[in-house]
């Protein structure tokens, strides 16, 4: 695993170490928010797939200790953060935790009562389901993971707020501007410096959360219908044109991040290699306490010791 690591020598996933992230996407929120500036004046927030928690690591270092320093000596009120997985996580100060699912309605009321009925200033959403490496399907499925933050956005995010969304682009892309667009009358499609240009993740940042007059959240799936369903799935299906031609939607773009600093797809030398000193590699931050492929783990485990009793 080490003589991987000095192989790849991955600037971000050495930095995460260094600096105690638990994953190194937290270098992508940072960067989103450079760009966005995303946690001015936000007091509630939700971390919706949160696990391991790098995500939810940055959100309390950057809302919740500072606020909390100053709020022992003021007595003001803390920052609240939700973070919401399907993995449990371990804890993080100053985060409170729900093992749920974003797919099922309910998951948003858990968070309601958090909030003891008030909204949330910002909810992001870093979900992705297992990669199957079928871009297709996993845009799609990708997709529905969006549709099913969004509805969780149109039941707790207040008006004026902000919703950060991981998506993959591929020809569906439009359509979930288009889908986005009807809640947010900013959409802007970002792809941070430490997100690799070889991966066809982006995230989309959506601000000032403006659903349309008399919007009721049961509405939502009649209403992203009218605009389009994602690819085979109806007559609007956008890559049969529907979003083409003189409907053609264009996206805003952004690269963001110090555009002058570390390339997430470059090798670096450790600077001890440089100086000719031998790198040692850092132990993981925090590994996650029951990924999905521990399962696969302890089957292989068993598989390999019945070959050695027979
Ligand atoms: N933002 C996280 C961080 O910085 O540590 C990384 C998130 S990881 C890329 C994607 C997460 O999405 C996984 O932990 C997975 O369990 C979660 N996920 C996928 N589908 C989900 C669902 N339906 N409900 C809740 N979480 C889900």
Known sequence: ??????????IYYRKAKEEGWRARSAFKLLQVDEEFNIFQGVKRVVDLCAAPGSWSQVLSRQLYLPAKSSAESKEGDVPLIVAIDLQPMSPIEGVIQVQGDI????????????FDGSKADLVVCDGAPDVTGLHDMDEFVQSQLILAGLTIVTHVLKEGGKFIAKIFRGKDTSLLYSQLKLFFPTVTFAKPKSSRNSSIEAFAVCENYSPPEGFHPRDLH???EKVG????????????GWLEGPNKVYIPFLACG??????????YPHPKEADGS??????P??????P???????LKKASAQSIRDA
């Open 258 to 267: 110090d555009l002058t600093g570390y390339d997430s797809d470059r090798s």
């Open 103 to 114: 797919t099922n309605a309910r998951t948003a009321q858990l968070v309601i009562i958090h």
């Open 1 to 10: 695993w080490l003589e991987i690591e000095k192989f790849f020598k991955d």
């Open 229 to 240: 369903s994602p690819s085979g799935g109806s007559h609007l299906d956008c890559s049969s």
């Open 222 to 224: 009649r209403l992203l």
């Open 278 to 283: 031998s790198y040692l590699s850092m132990d």
């Open 292 to 298: 999905p492929y521990k399962r696969a783990l302890e």
């Open 285 to 290: 931050v925090q590994p996650p306490i029951a």
